[in-house]
């Protein structure tokens, strides 16, 4: 395993740090996430938990700086929204209890690494 992933999994904190839009009323909630994280230009996955109708930001916390980011792949059971290039927001379906899939392509440039990464993030629905 090389150090540069070792050390961007440690330093991969998903709740960090928290984006609230100068116009929301109520403040959305990071994701819970547990993550397997790369370096810019690997891939890595991610597992969250939400509640049905509940929804929760996605900051991406690769070391360096976020350059680009699109959705790679849409849920099938939710909605996910790009807040800006290093935020987005998931929301689950209402009344629906299971699990989801959805991938986010980022790009950025880090202390070590630079590059284009797919983030596949596994929701479970509660």
């Given at each position: 395993?090389?150090?540069?992933?070792?050390?961007?999994?440690?330093?991969?904190?998903?709740?960090?740090s928290s984006?609230?839009?100068?116009?929301s009323?109520?403040?959305?909630?990071?994701?819970?996430?547990?993550v397997?994280?790369?370096?810019?230009?690997?891939?890595?996955?991610?597992d969250?938990d939400?509640?049905?109708?509940?929804?929760?930001?996605?900051?991406?916390?690769?070391?360096?700086?976020?350059t680009?980011?699109?959705?790679?792949?849409?849920?099938?059971?939710?909605?996910?929204k790009?807040?800006?290039?290093?935020?987005?927001?998931?929301r689950?379906?209402?009344?629906?209890?299971?699990?989801?899939?959805?991938?986010i392509?980022a790009?950025?440039?880090?202390?070590?690494?630079?590059?284009t990464s797919?983030?596949?993030?596994?929701?479970?629905?509660?």
């Amino acid at each position: 395993m090389k150090t540069g992933i070792v050390v961007a999994a440690l330093a991969f904190i998903f709740a960090a740090s928290s984006v609230t839009p100068a116009s929301s009323a109520q403040a959305v909630p990071d994701c819970s996430m547990s993550v397997t994280l790369a370096d810019w230009g690997e891939n890595s996955t991610g597992d969250i938990d939400v509640a049905s109708g509940e929804s929760c930001q996605i900051p991406i916390g690769i070391r360096g700086t976020v350059t680009d980011s699109s959705i790679s792949q849409k849920p099938a059971y939710g909605k996910l929204k790009k807040i800006n290039a290093s935020t987005f927001e998931y929301r689950a379906k209402a009344k629906y209890k299971g699990n989801d899939t959805f991938a986010i392509k980022a790009t950025g440039q880090g202390p070590k690494a630079s590059g284009t990464s797919v983030i596949t993030v596994h929701a479970t629905i509660k």
